[in-house]
């Protein structure tokens, strides 16, 4: 089944979204939060399924 994902990790994207002044695409992410893509994807899909984040020209942004 699918891995655990790292305690916070939602958390740890959430912020650095919040703290950036735009878009932020998934290899940015990957390289500030140093985690494996494969969990950093899964991350992604979940707030992208509850409405956190939403996609915006090949990047990631905080939902508004």
Request: glycine share 10%; charged share 15%; aromatic share 4%.
């Amino acid at each position: 089944g699918p891995e655990p994902q790292p305690p916070g990790l939602a958390d740890q994207v959430l912020a650095l979204l919040g703290r950036s002044p735009g878009p932020l695409t998934q290899y940015q992410l990957r390289c500030a939060l140093q985690v494996r893509n494969q969990s950093l994807t899964a991350v992604l899909q979940e707030l992208l399924v509850g409405n956190r984040i939403s996609r915006h020209n090949g990047g990631w942004m905080l939902h508004r």
